[in-house]
């Protein structure tokens, strides 16, 4: 019945805001470089008339819909370049082009940050922007990140969570962090990323084998979370973010600024910090034991830029704490068993903030230097980074002296150097290489898990790009090369014994992009990448904390190597209906992946056991979205996601994989009056299907089934209200607004655990700007 009511709830509120529109005019704007016609991005479009902005496509463009008939006055604003104006008559549907010079004093930067952090045009990808980031202002980067369609999440009650694409997480998955590649132990799956999305101006997440550009390890595909470019005007500006959640009485408050000295314009500098800070939270029927977080993040930035070239440097300091469910650990095999068929969380408890034992700490160092130099043949970026990551890991003790029984430590020295060629004829591109040492170690006398280790790895790409007049062709390559020396603890003595293991491979792409006509474009591509196998996979060997289990390694792990094909295309109908859909498929050999094993008795409790074993696998789906504009008000959207992933040497289906899902968007917006503008509300309905996908002997090596399939329905609502010229924006979301009772097949804890019930978020975000 709850299905049927969110069917109907959606219907109503598609239909209630129909209506018909007299303006349909729309165009297309391009911008391009005046000298060498060159493509710009990013940039953004704003409109007097409309007081709208729009965001160019990678391509340059961008298409302004339900246009009436008059003139607009168009503001175009690009990094680097100057700002252009012109008043432009409208009278039906038109290609507009618009060629933007460089400001002198700058440099050529717009282009140059194309090519670092969105190399491939063709690569299939999705991308959250400055709006929709504070639309979810408060939460976490994975929350976030599971608006983008294929991306789901792997978590451990609601507390710690990471992304999931399509069907791989942890090792497989990239993330960089201000363009560098995230080094925070990330092999584990209750391990999340630790990243302050506050920081965040532009999230891309990548979809399939990016191996080329970004090294080993994207198999799944790549993260990138940029900030905003530091100012480069004099003057001062930055924002308050506040946000509070009802469901664990959560707030959250970040606040950024940043200064251009008029006296040294070539300087800016910019701090910011955040504080998070939320209690133990309810599903619909109890209370979560110690289900707590706080956080407390903070950043400085600092640039230096002349006409060819620039330095830039960037701290950051990530420090939280996450409790863990107390009624995950449990005693022997009866507890265990009891927990598991218990409705309701045996450990009964309240609201309070504190957070006690089993519990994270987790603190993330990150220090970048970025050097960029602007010669005749191209530009040149350098790029050295310092990690230090320490995780501490609280258990359940007898007599509490205050001690972590697991302190890891993981420092990692990284340098990147890339050349991105000037254009020749139509051909442009870049070289470059990649370096890294990592060293992890723990404290004598903790528990072990995973063993001392160094790692190198040392690499070297080329990435070419021929545009034809509708088309464009890509091509790269790229030779990793990875090491490892462990010293692993043995044996009753426990005598370290030192292992080393030697990795190297080539990754590829290839892709073809054709731009059939002004309304259909199609993709397709072909690429590799390969993947060592962590110290983790090979060597651990005891309790992952977290995740409430025992983790075995396996000494005889192979690399993983990955072929994927993706196609992709885009289609829209008289500028109402817009059909985006990507087809995937990727075979992976020697595949490694947690095979559950036998429950193990411990003197700190019993717990589920999971050994790493190898398979080849094949992992085929779909993503598919269909946009509807009713009018210039109302919009909806629907999304789905497939996912099939098959053990091909036992000819069955992989385990812990999630199931196919679906949602549905309808938002109505509009301006109120000249103090109440960019006011919307919108519902989003979403359904989970339970994963009948699943090893035809699960029942004997997994319990319970994966849970039934669940529907949730979220409200959301804002409005940008102006007082004096000072706009401040405030809106109110409702997760599970239905309070519905279900439980996920990605969660750890679906064996204990209910998810979070409704919760209700109210946020205010107020910029300013002093020029």
Known sequence: MRNVFVALLLLLCTHAYAQKSGCKIYVTAALIEKHNLEAIYPAVIHIDELEKDYQVGEDGKVMIRDLCAGNYTFHIHAFGYEHYVEVINITGKADLRFKLVHVEHMLHEVSIQDERTHVSLIQNKEQLNKEAIAANSGRTLTEMLQTVNGVSMLSNGGTISKPVIHGMHSNRIVLLNNGVRQEDQQ????????????????????????????????????????????????????????????????????????????????LTVRLQGTFRKGGNYPTPDSWVANSGVEEKNYSVAAGWKKRHYSLETFYSHFDTKLAVYRGAHTGNQEDLMAAIESPVPLVKAGFTYDIARPMQRVKHDL???????????????????????YRQEYDVVRIDRSNAQLNLTLNTQSLNANFDHRQWQNLSGSIGIDGFYQENFFQPGDRLFIPNFRSFNGAFYAIERYRGK??????????????YEVFNPEGADQRVVRYAFDFNNVSGTLGFKHQYNDTWNWSLTLSNAWRAPQPNELFSAGLHHSAARIELGNKTLKPEQAYHVNFEAHHEIKDKLRFDISVYMQYINDYIYLNPGTPIQTIRGFFKSFNYQQTNALLNGSDAMVTYNWNKYLQSTVKASF?????????????????????????FTTDINEFFKQFYVGVTGRVVLQQVRIPGNFSTIDYPLPPDTYSLVDFESGVQMSYKGQPVYLSVSVYNALNSTYRDYMDAFRYFLDQQGRNVA??????????
Do not use: C
């Open 187 to 266: 092999w584990g799956g209750e391990h999340a990323p630790n990243i302050d999305p506050f920081l965040a101006n532009n999230v891309t997440v990548v979809k399939g084998a990016a191996g080329v550009r970004y090294g080993t390890d994207a198999i799944a595909g790549v993260v990138l979370v940029e900030p905003a470019p530091l100012r480069t005007k004099p003057g001062t500006d930055g924002e308050v973010n506040l946000a509070g959640f009802s469901n664990n009485r959560m707030g959250a408050l970040s606040a950024m600024a940043e200064h251009n000295f008029k006296e040294l314009p070539a």
């Open 367 to 389: 220090l970048k230097t970025k050097l960029l130099v602007e010669t005749k043949y191209g530009v040149l970026n350098v790029t050295h980074a310092y990690q230090h990551n």
């Open 470 to 483: 509708n088309w464009t062709l890509e091509g790269g390559l790229r030779y990793d090369s990875r090491t």
């Open 643 to 667: 996912l099939r992933a098959e053990d091909l040497k036992k000819r069955d289906w992989l385990i812990q994989m999630p199931s196919d899902r679906a949602a549905t968007t309808t938002k």
């Open 762 to 771: 109210v946020r205010l975000r107020v910029p300013f700007n002093s020029k």
